[in-house]
């Protein structure tokens, strides 16, 4: 059983794309797979369960909120995971207002509540997803002292590469602080234009220094904006497109 983290601390690379459509295709091969969106901008869930998402409880903040609480009876972990219209696909949903759980979180030192849940929940899942938000902060922490993997979503640009560099020390950190299980998977190459010069001449550079980059190169394309627009996977929208393609390819890489 892998639990597996996506992150970058810049926005926009991708990451609930990439979280989402790999657990996808993971519980359309038949492994019951688990996403934990861990982002108040709720991306990861809004693209499993349409705008539904937002009445669906307990979720993610209720499961916080709970660890705050110090409840004599607390929910189990599974009462906060939902499930998708995919079947072997499941939520643990975010809410909008995560963010204002955070200082309070921090100051009584719950960074391994996280941890000790998806423990418990990797008896019943083949698979767990940890989506993170485009910071290093208590909640990113928390999924990277929680997985075994981390993946890292990268566009090619030149202050994204700059960056990759913090990121990586932060995930070192972690390790040796927090999580000595935790391993850098991979760097996923993502919206990559193979005809353009730049994004290959920062692909090379990242080879050059000996950074984990994948061979996987996902596209960009017009289909992932599709996919959002109407809340459905690639695996389940168009199986047979380049795009989806290259996420199974991504698959089996990291398989």
């Known amino acids: 059983m892998v639990k597996r983290v996506v992150f970058n601390q810049k926005g926009g690379v991708g990451k609930s794309s990439i979280a989402v459509n790999l657990a996808a295709i ?15 901008q709720c991306n990861s869930s809004h693209y499993m369960l349409g705008e539904e998402y937002l009445d669906i409880k307990p979720d993610i903040r209720d499961f ?4 705050l609480s110090f409840q004599l009876k607390p929910l189990g972990p599974e009462s906060y995971i939902h499930p998708t219209p995919y079947e072997n696909l499941f939520v643990m949903p975010s809410n909008p207002s995560l963010g204002d759980l955070q200082s309070k979180l921090e100051a ?7 941890r000790d849940t998806l423990e418990v929940l990797s008896k019943e899942y083949d698979a767990i997803y940890i989506d993170t938000p485009p910071a290093f902060n208590f909640y990113t922490l928390s999924a990277l002292v929680a997985a075994d993997r981390c993946l890292i979503p990268f566009d090619c640009d030149e202050f994204a590469r700059q960056a990759l560099y913090s990121l990586l020390a932060n ?3 972690t390790r ?6 935790l391993t850098v998977e991979g760097i996923v190459v993502n919206q990559f234009q193979p005809r353009a010069s730049l994004p290959q001449r920062i692909v090379d550079e990242l080879l050059a220094d000996d950074l984990p980059v994948l061979n996987t190169r996902i ?3 017009v289909k992932m904006r599709e996919s959002h627009d109407v809340t459905c996977p690639l695996i389940h929208l168009a199986p047979k497109h380049k795009l989806t393609e290259q996420f199974v390819e991504l698959f089996q890489e990291l398989s």
């Open 219 to 221: 596209s960009a394309s």
């Open 176 to 181: 040796e602080d927090h999580n000595n299980a």
């Open 26 to 40: 993971s519980a359309s091969r038949g492994k019951k797979t688990l996403v934990v969106d861990l982002d108040p």
């Open 64 to 67: 916080f909120e709970s660890v």
């Open 171 to 173: 995930v070192h950190e």
């Open 108 to 114: 009584k030192h719950k960074i391994y509540k996280l």
